[in-house]
Each structure stands twice: as C-alpha cells, then as structure tokens.
C-alpha cells in the first residue's frame, strides 16, 4: 500500500509542529517564555521563519497549541473512554487538574499575559471535556435554569481557580482531598454546604 501525497504531507507538517513545539519547550526552560524569540524556536527545530509562520502566528499561538495538546494527553491518560458527569469521573479530572498544575506551575512567576494566555486556554479545555459529559448525560437536557455551556465554563474556572491556588501554596491538604472539597463545592454548591450564608 504506497501513502498518497497528501497523507506524506499531512505527516511532515505534523512532524514540523511537533518540532516546533519542542523546541519552544526547551528554549523557553532555558531562557523563560518571554525572553524566547522566533528566532530562537526554529533554530532549535532547524526551520526557516516561514515555515514557523505556515504553522503559528506567533509564539503565543504556539504557546496555546502546546497548552492545548498537553490537557488532550493529560485527559487520555488520565480519563477512561467511559468517563461522564459523575462523582467518580470529575474527582479524578479535578485531582488530575490539580498535580498537573502542581507540576508546572508551583511557585512560577509569569508574565502577565503569558499567564492570561495560560488561563484562557486551560479554561477553554476543561470547559469544552466538561460540555461533552454534560451533554451525553439525558438528565441535563431537562435542566433549564442555566445554560450547558454556562455550567461548564463556571466549573472550569471553579477548577481552575482552585488548582492555580492549591498549586502556589504549600499544600495542607492532598491533591484527593483537595479534589474532594472541589467536588463537594461543583456537586452541592453553597446552598447546602453554607445555607447560614444565604438567608431567605
């Protein structure tokens, strides 16, 4: 079976991206994301500014494809195929939000909008997985008071605010006890953790 022209393609610009992509992890360990320069990305991958333009529009696009395809093989190893909106499924997404933040981030300071950059495209990632559940789940069909997407994007600023937080402190609690408390705040909410808080 000889691969057709277009699929060869397909693999060298995947290659390419891949490369690029690399070479923006490695510079930018080295010298710190603000301070890496396009020149600097394609030397290390061994490609012309042109080719960079093809793929990226700039190192911050770069930066967020890099964001993106890292939470898509964090969610790959991490999730099975069948996960959905339950307790079991969102515990191991929060807690695996949680060390993966952990990991990366602890103690790091960045530059503004490199951070926003960061925000943006973690959020838009833990929005998007949680949309999915929660339009496979025929229950939530029925609910109309906020909108599918709303919930999502508000729980995955939840999650997010509470990884950023957990991940910058010098930690009392465990990342399953931390997910725990999470869960207990996206499943029950205020109301019934804090009634005393909201008086009629």
């Not at 099975?80 to 952990?102: K, M, N, T, Y």
């Not at 008071?145 to 600023?157: G, I, P």
Request: hydrophobic share 45%; charged share 25%.
């Amino acid at each position: 079976m000889t691969t057709t022209p277009s699929r060869r393609v397909d693999r060298r610009m995947q290659r390419t991206r891949q490369a690029l992509q690399q070479a923006f992890i490695e510079v930018a360990h080295e010298k710190g994301i603000v301070a890496t320069t396009i020149q600097d990305i394609t030397k290390r991958a061994d490609v012309n500014r042109g080719t960079f333009y093809l793929h990226f529009a700039d190192k911050y696009m770069l930066l967020v494809a890099i964001i993106h395809e890292h939470f898509q093989t964090l969610l790959t190893t991490t999730l099975s195929p069948e996960s959905r909106w339950d307790r079991r499924s969102l515990q191991l997404f929060i807690q695996a939000v949680l060390e993966d933040f952990e990991r990366k981030y602890r103690h790091l300071l960045l530059a503004p909008d490199v951070a926003l950059l960061i925000e943006r495209a973690t959020c838009e990632e833990l929005a998007r997985l949680l949309l999915i559940w929660l339009k496979q789940d025929k229950r939530a069909e029925n609910q109309k008071r906020v909108s599918l997407e709303t919930l999502a994007r508000l729980t995955s600023w939840t999650i997010f605010g509470a990884a950023v937080q957990w991940s910058q402190e010098e930690q009392a609690l465990s990342s399953e006890r931390m997910a725990h408390a999470v869960l207990l705040v996206i499943t029950e909410g205020i109301a019934h953790l804090a009634p005393f808080a909201l008086p009629e």
